[in-house]
């Protein structure tokens, strides 16, 4: 015996679907448009010393990278601090596993670690130019350094908060302390984790950017600030836009590795919100 | 007496706290046979926790001792399967219900074949073969309870420990799961040891029922559920006899609330 | 097996409380003889001149060199100057932050509008832009000051993105059905909610802030401890160097510490079950 007497109709879902897309598309790129249209139109009226119209730097960006400046200056650049970020990564997690699951060795360094992530890492480039001239392994090794202690420290935290009951539970399976290392610890610490590398990657840019602009005589930085001492502005624009991208594309890499890595984490806390 | 699978003797657990010392466990002795199913009833915060934990070899007793077919037990024994409270903080997120079934069986040596037919058998056995391959945060409460299960099940062990497995689960969902735990005890011969603070529950489900008293815990009274082995929850649950064991357990858990049971000379 | 009475009594056996106090001291002591190890061992590599001093000053010379200059008021001026630009850089930044983030996540349409502008511009690193800050400011802490701000701006900024957007749907159904006036909303339930999400913001905008201040100072060479670097090393003075390194990483010490301080004051009745927030 149902109450309901009229059946549900629903409207048909096929030109919804491209409603909804136009409409994503629209809110994504009104802003942006009409910021650049009015740049533009500025430019073009009233052109700031130091603030080129949107036309010419797009073309002061094909004329100086597209070429062979992209092979010199660029991949190189890119090329050591990709290096550099997978060194951090690396002695990040594996220090920071060590660090967190040995108690008294985390007792010992842990007032060192937590002056050392505090020390501005830009401050650290005279020091290690002093140390080890500017040679290439030395710009490697200043951005690692200065870059991997947010992914050590988070690796520590996350690896000593591991879940009692999962521990246990681990436990009374009688797991071997590798199964559990690598089943429990580091995917239950890896929320944390993330969340350093992500902070590890922007100090990473951040050092790669100062240290190539004032202690190299190279590089994608060391260009722009070229640019700036001799007042190519469209050119250093160009070079600010070329950063730009170098950071969105890292963000971009990282958001996906993100997701896929933490796909199980970012479903529990859908199913929480709901 | 190879009959006996799991002897607990004169076991006793003190804790340090900051507020002073806690006998959590004061004396306790009793043993089971293997192929029995056995809960243990107690009032609340009468250590039945740590009882579980001494035995499963996740704590160590002050002194006294467990013995798990013959082998003195010291630390987590791998011929012993543990079904936790909280099934969400026990299964492991990141692995589907299949991978978590796995996990314990990975460290065993067995073929691949022989893994996935334990597994597909388990997950058959508490009715989740449809869902191997979901998360366990997107299924139900109790369904995450059976995949818990499923993977002790899996792992075949000689004794199954169930931690008050059924208390974070809505009231009908329980009464399915305990058909699931009977059904297991009897198709396969299980030894399984329940702790709950549910008295039918615990008639409903065992063969001996262990009351436990107040702290300083002991075992207050060793009781024979002799009901039938075919149970069912509406007419076993309706038998006069049901009622009487219930009444008679409810009177002791009352007894040992008050502390007015006193222990026997040695 | 004695005759338990019927009462439970604690039987209080001999508690051994020297275990537990040692353990409570052993963190400290061990942290420091951390850093005395590490302070020796400095001191050896730099007294065997295994790498050169003038490349490695010793612990010993770096300390003292940390001596004079902390009665030397120059330096203080310098300290202050940085403080300065990291103070007022934050301020700056945590306003339009708290505001921008709070208007932007409590609507809708400025949410989604500004979705795609927001993951374009936050990723950009603030240090890129110095160059077109010493050209437009010079050799100033407004040159600084735009820096500092526009990096600090997204920490906090985003933080109160999630804060807002965080509010419990139950609490906000039961503010509605109570018909609560929209100021009251704001005041009752949305500020609460974000309040924990604004200091995480702070606490790291803060953080990035110094690194920011010294930053620019040793880039754009606006006075400043940074600057101060820049000038010894150019001059040899290594010492000077490393005793500056020092003060700065006391200063983000102190920096953070203080700031955690305040989020755990200020939040104490906030049950945090959110740790940092991992984004």
């Known amino acids: 015996m149902t109450l309901y007497t009229s059946t549900v109709r629903t409207a048909p879902r096929r030109p919804r679907v491209w409603a909804r897309l136009t409409t994503t598309t629209v809110y994504a790129l009104a802003l942006p448009i ?68 040995v108690r008294w060795l985390r007792e010992l360094v842990e007032p060192l670690m937590e002056f050392f992530r505090a020390i501005p890492p830009p401050v650290l480039i005279p020091v290690f130019v002093a ?144 | 007496m190879p009959e006996t699978l799991l002897k607990v003797e004169h076991l006793k657990k003190v804790y340090e706290s900051s507020t002073g010392v806690v006998e959590a466990i004061g004396d306790i002795d009793f043993s089971m046979r293997r192929g029995e199913l056995v809960c243990i009833v107690g009032p609340s915060g009468c250590g039945k926790t740590t009882l579980l934990k001494c035995i499963s070899g996740l704590l160590r007793p002050t002194s006294g001792s467990v013995v798990l077919d013959g082998k003195h037990v010291s630390s987590p024994p791998p011929n012993m399967a543990l079904v936790f409270q909280e099934y969400g903080r026990s299964l492991f997120p990141w692995l589907t219900v299949r991978g978590n079934v796995e996990l314990p069986l990975n460290h065993k040596k067995l073929s691949t074949a022989e893994r996935a037919s334990l597994i597909d058998d388990a997950l058959l056995a508490v009715g989740l073969d449809h869902a191997a391959d979901s998360y366990p945060w997107q299924l139900s409460g109790g369904m995450q309870q059976r995949v818990a299960i499923a993977r002790a099940v899996a792992y075949q062990p000689e004794v199954l420990i169930m931690d008050e497995p059924f208390a974070a689960v809505d009231a009908q969902t329980r009464a399915d799961l305990e058909d699931l735990v009977r059904r297991l005890h009897l198709e396969r011969g299980m030894s399984i040891l329940f702790v709950t603070h549910d008295i039918d529950e615990s008639v409903y489900l065992g063969e001996r029922v262990v009351v436990l008293s107040k702290s300083p815990t002991w075992v207050q009274e060793d009781l024979v559920i002799d009901l039938a082995p075919e149970r069912d929850q509406i007419t076993t649950r309706a038998l006069p006899r049901f009622t009487e064991l219930r009444t008679h357990v409810y009177e002791q858990i009352q007894r040992a609330k008050r502390g007015e049971a006193v222990r026997p000379a040695a | ?219 754009i060479l606006n006075p400043g401890l940074g600057n101060v670097i820049i000038i010894a090393a150019s001059n040899g003075n290594i010492t000077t160097v490393y005793a500056v390194v020092i003060v700065t990483g006391a200063l983000g010490l102190i920096i953070n510490l203080v700031f955690r301080a305040i989020e755990r004051r200020a939040l104490a009745w906030h049950q945090s079950v959110r740790g940092e927030e991992i984004l």
């Open chain 1, 131 to 274: 140390l080890l001239g500017v040679t290439d392994n030395m710009k490697v090794i200043v951005i690692a350094f200065g870059s991997l202690w947010p992914v050590l420290l988070n690796t520590v935290d996350g690896v000593r908060s591991t879940d009692a009951v999962m521990t246990e539970t681990a436990r009374s399976f009688s797991l071997t302390p590798g199964q559990r290392l690598f089943s429990l610890v580091l995917p239950a610490a890896s929320p944390r984790i993330m969340a350093g590398v992500r902070q590890t990657l922007s100090v990473a840019l951040i050092m790669m950017v100062i240290s190539e602009m004032f202690f190299s005589s190279s590089g994608l930085g060391f260009k722009i600030a070229y640019f700036q001492r001799n007042y190519l502005i469209a050119e250093m624009w160009s070079g600010i836009v070329l950063l730009g991208l170098v950071g969105i594309l890292l963000a971009v890499i990282f958001t996906f590795v993100e997701r896929r890595v933490l796909r199980w984490y970012h479903g529990i806390k859908e199913v929480e919100r709901a």
């Open chain 1, 34 to 101: 009409s910021l650049l249209i009015i740049w533009g139109v500025w430019g073009t009226i009233a052109p700031g010393k130091f603030f080129p119209a949107p036309g010419r730097i797009a073309e002061a960006f094909v004329k100086t990278w597209i070429g062979p400046a992209f092979v010199t200056d660029v991949v190189p650049s890119l090329v050591r601090l990709a290096v550099a970020i997978l060194i951090a990564i690396a002695v990040g997690i594996a220090a920071g596993t060590l660090i967190g699951l």
């Open chain 3, 1 to 219: 097996m004695t005759l338990a009475p019927p009462a439970p009594v604690h039987t209080s056996t001999v508690v051994v409380p020297r275990r537990r106090r040692r353990r409570s001291f052993r963190a400290p002591l061990l942290g420091l003889l951390g850093v005395i190890v590490f302070l020796a061992g400095w001191q050896l590599v730099a007294a065997a001149e295994l790498i050169n001093p003038s490349q490695l000053p010793s612990a010993t010379a770096t300390f003292a060199r940390l001596g004079t200059m902390v009665s030397d008021l120059e330096f203080w001026r310098n300290v202050g100057r940085t403080m300065t630009a990291w103070a007022i850089g934050l301020a700056i930044a945590a306003v339009a932050g708290i505001l921008l983030g709070g208007l932007i996540g409590l609507v809708p349409i400025l949410r989604r509008g500004t979705h795609s502008s927001i993951e374009f511009l936050r990723p950009i690193p603030s240090v890129a832009l110095i160059p077109l800050a010493i050209l437009t400011f010079g050799i100033q802490m407004q040159a600084a000051l735009v820096i500092i701000v526009y990096a600090c701006f997204w920490q906090v900024f985003v933080q109160v993105l999630y804060g807002v957007a965080d509010i419990d749907t139950v609490a906000r159904d039961t503010a509605r059905s109570y018909g609560l006036t929209r100021g009251a909303q704001l005041r009752s339930l949305v500020l609460p909610t974000a309040l924990p999400y604004i200091f995480t913001g702070l606490r790291l905008a803060a953080s990035v802030a110094l690194i920011l201040a010294i930053t620019a100072e040793m880039t």
